[in-house]
């Protein structure tokens, strides 16, 4: 057993938890382990302790592990912004893409989906905060851009996504979730079958729970704090 196998059975704690407390049945919120800026033996750890779904989000960097780990049976989510010269290196290597926010990256990914391969699962990042406007689409652009993707053969639509703005308290940290939920139900009620509210982080992941997430994002509270970086 090592370190990270009690801290990933925390997180774990924390989520059954929030998930009890909640109403939200036992085992619906997944967890995906963040493991940007991490070393791939770090990823080895977890997935010794059997964690199998990881976050990147440099394209460089996931590339890198991807060869390194290749074979172990990861389950690659991309969790960062996507630039469109760098779409097939993600359509090759993830499972999931959760911060896709323009038809244009959608399109490119899917004509660059390798054909063995099953569709690559995708979330619609919404921006719910309102403050930081570079990445996400508005919550009103959302049914078109659901609908432009759900036509693509190479991407199958699972869901939002959204990054809030960090809130001071409990019920400050629920209102941009809420928000997403909206817009998540709307979506479902115009017959998009999503099943994926991929929301919550280290510090808010109970309010996310509390709003119907299905999937946490958790990167700090596993690997400890990261030493900050940029794209390499
Ligand atoms: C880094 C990151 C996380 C994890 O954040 P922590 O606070 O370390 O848990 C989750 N989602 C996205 C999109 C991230 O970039």
Same mark, same amino acid.
């Given at each position: 057993?090592?370190?990270?196998?009690?801290?990933?059975?925390?997180?774990?704690?924390?989520?059954?938890?929030?998930?009890?407390?909640?109403?939200?049945?036992?085992?619906?919120?997944t967890l995906l382990a963040v493991s940007k800026t991490r070393p791939a033996d770090d990823i080895r750890m977890a997935?010794?302790?059997? !964690?199998?779904?990881?976050?990147?989000?440099?394209?460089?960097?996931?590339?890198?592990?991807?060869?390194?780990?290749?074979?172990?049976?990861?389950?690659?989510?991309?969790?960062?912004?996507?630039?469109?010269?760098k779409t097939r290196t993600v359509a090759t290597i993830a499972d999931w893409v959760h911060a896709l926010d323009r038809?244009?990256?959608?399109?490119?990914?899917?004509? !660059?989906?390798?054909?063995?391969?099953?569709?690559?699962?995708?979330?619609?990042?919404?921006?719910?905060?309102?403050?930081?406007?570079?990445? /996400?689409?508005?919550?009103?652009?959302?049914?078109?851009?659901?609908?432009?993707?759900?036509?693509?053969?190479?991407?199958?639509?699972?869901?939002?996504?959204?990054?809030?703005?960090? /809130?001071?308290?409990?019920?400050? !940290?629920?209102?941009?979730?809420?928000?997403?939920?909206?817009?998540?139900?709307?979506?479902?009620?115009?017959?998009?079958?999503?099943?994926t509210l991929s929301m919550g982080m280290s510090d808010d992941l109970e309010a996310a729970i509390a709003e119907g997430?299905?999937?946490?994002?958790? /990167?700090?509270?596993?690997?400890?704090?990261?030493?900050?970086?940029?794209?390499?």
């Amino acid at each position: 057993m090592n370190m990270l196998c009690d801290r990933l059975r925390m997180a774990k704690e924390r989520i059954a938890e929030a998930e009890s407390r909640h109403g939200r049945p036992a085992g619906t919120v997944t967890l995906l382990a963040v493991s940007k800026t991490r070393p791939a033996d770090d990823i080895r750890m977890a997935l010794d302790c059997g !964690q199998r779904a990881f976050g990147e989000n440099y394209v460089q960097e996931l590339a890198a592990k991807a060869i390194e780990l290749e074979d172990l049976g990861v389950e690659w989510h991309f969790i960062g912004p996507l630039q469109s010269n760098k779409t097939r290196t993600v359509a090759t290597i993830a499972d999931w893409v959760h911060a896709l926010d323009r038809i244009k990256i959608a399109e490119r990914l899917s004509a !660059q989906r390798p054909a063995h391969l099953s569709p690559l699962n995708v979330c619609i990042q919404i921006n719910v905060s309102g403050e930081d406007t570079k990445s /996400g689409t508005c919550p009103e652009k959302a049914p078109a851009l659901a609908e432009a993707i759900a036509s693509l053969p190479g991407l199958r639509l699972r869901g939002l996504m959204a990054i809030p703005a960090p /809130g001071n308290d409990f019920d400050e !940290q629920r209102r941009p979730f809420a928000a997403l939920r909206t817009v998540f139900e709307d979506l479902r009620a115009r017959g998009h079958a999503l099943d994926t509210l991929s929301m919550g982080m280290s510090d808010d992941l109970e309010a996310a729970i509390a709003e119907g997430s299905t999937m946490v994002r958790i /990167g700090t509270a596993i690997f400890g704090e990261r030493v900050v970086r940029g794209e390499g």
